[in-house]
């Protein structure tokens, strides 16, 4: 152990009742990062917090909640960085955020912080139309202040880090890049039958369909990926192969999203009722067996700080259609076949031709793995082990 150092790594993500984050890509890191810490020893002593802890009896957070607004905004910012430097954390010489989004932007104490991706900065085109109040701006603001007042930034892809050296003027030395990781089991044969997984649907064992698997926020570019599957069914209207037509598979807790009656609207407007099914959450384990089954993954996603969920596909031999943007090609590299997100007729001749091209899906069947193997969440931890003792190192 490094004398007189010890880290407390914040776990809020694991908190179920904290479903921005639990459900989603940050949850799965921080889940990840646990199992490896309760496995794996360490040159680094480290500790865990949670938010809710920290605050937990504290008689102001209890007066903040009678305010009539903000009370979120106020715990983090005012009340939340004076519990962190008090007694209940005073074990810990540094910190260390897992989201940028859960950070105060000020600190008595020497923080690491992760950052995921700069969402509403690069993509501030999509969001910022429909969010023009004070308040989303100032989140924002907090934000952006919490990762500058950061000690050290630990970021999952070379994209990231370029994004933030650009348009933050991060100096360079002060990000490390840890990619993240695939979980062992998508490497896996699934042992579930998929007629027994669509049966629950009420669907034949038979049918052939695409998948998506994600959010439904702008950037994600649903309507691209839904006018691309519009103009892949006139295709097979004209080549009179409609009964061989795959369903697209929509897989995620999407129906409480705000951008669901947009959806709605669009799947309606472009008559493709009948053809897209919504499956809701699905487990890890019928999700794999989804994967190893589906005609291809889609994702047409207009920037990711990653990409994991098609990366996972292509661990578990799916075909993987792919915008070339972000971070994108450095994680999925050549096995991804890359579409335009703005050439919907062309995009979907270019799936008509794999989708009906056995030996090219033979082909991603072998590569995909392989591809997605240069990803381990061991890899990941220790290269953030690194930037702990870097820090322990210059504490």
């Given at each position: 152990m490094i004398k007189d150092f010890k880290v407390g790594i914040d776990f809020s993500a694991l908190d179920p009742t904290f479903k921005e984050h639990s459900t989603r890509g940050i949850g799965k890191y921080a889940r990840e990062f646990k199992k490896f810490l309760e496995k794996n020893t360490s040159t680094i002593s480290y500790g865990y917090f949670n938010h809710r802890e920290v605050l937990a009896n504290s008689c102001l957070a209890?007066?903040?909640?009678?305010?009539?607004?903000?009370?979120?905004?106020?715990?983090?910012?005012?009340?939340?960085?004076?519990?962190?430097?008090?007694?209940?954390?005073?074990?810990?010489?540094?910190?260390?955020?897992?989201?940028?989004?859960?950070?105060?932007?000020?600190?008595?104490?020497?923080?690491?912080?992760?950052?995921?991706?700069?969402i509403p900065i690069v993509c501030k085109d999509l969001y910022q139309a429909d969010n023009p109040n004070w308040r989303y701006h100032l989140a924002r603001f907090f934000e952006l202040q919490a990762i500058k007042n950061s000690s050290q930034i630990i970021t999952i892809s070379e994209c990231s880090k370029n994004d933030l050296i650009h348009q933050l003027q991060i100096p360079a030395e002060k990000i490390s890049v840890t990619p993240l990781g695939v979980d062992a089991v998508y490497f896996e044969n699934s042992n579930l039958n998929l007629g027994e997984i669509l049966a629950k649907y009420n669907l034949a064992a038979d049918l052939k369909f695409l998948l998506y698997v994600g959010g439904i926020d702008p950037r994600k570019n649903f309507s691209g990926l839904l006018v691309t599957y519009a103009e892949l069914?006139?295709?097979?209207?004209?080549?009179?192969?409609?009964?061989?037509?795959?369903?697209?598979?929509?897989?995620?807790?999407?129906?409480?999203?705000?951008?669901?009656?947009?959806?709605?609207?669009?799947?309606?407007?472009?008559?493709?009722?009948?053809?897209?099914?919504?499956?809701?959450?699905?487990?890890?384990?019928?999700?794999?067996?989804?994967?190893?089954?589906?005609?291809a993954m889609c994702f047409f996603s207009l920037y990711e700080g990653f990409g994991l969920t098609p990366l996972e596909a292509m661990a578990a031999g799916a075909t993987v259609f792919s915008t070339k943007l972000s971070a994108m090609p450095e994680v999925l590299g050549d096995v991804a076949h890359y579409l335009d997100p703005r050439a919907s007729e062309q995009n979907a001749k270019e799936m008509f031709e794999v989708i009906r091209n056995p030996e090219q899906r033979k082909i991603d069947r072998v590569a995909g793995p392989l591809q997605a193997q240069k990803f381990t969440w061991n890899r990941t931890w220790d290269l953030t082990l690194k930037v702990y003792e870097d820090a322990a190192r210059s504490n």
């Open positions: 209890k007066l903040i909640d009678l305010a009539p607004a903000g009370r979120q905004t106020l715990k983090q910012q005012l009340l939340y960085p004076f519990k962190l430097s008090g007694a209940q954390l005073k074990k810990f010489s540094h910190l260390h955020f897992l989201a940028q989004t859960d950070a105060p932007t000020w600190c008595a104490k020497p923080y690491i912080l992760t950052v995921m991706d700069l069914k006139k295709l097979y209207q004209e080549k009179h192969l409609l009964n061989n037509f795959p369903k697209l598979f929509l897989v995620g807790r999407i129906n409480q999203d705000r951008e669901y009656p947009k959806l709605k609207a669009l799947i309606d407007q472009l008559a493709l009722v009948d053809d897209v099914l919504e499956l809701g959450f699905v487990a890890d384990a019928e999700l794999i067996t989804l994967y190893q089954n589906c005609e």
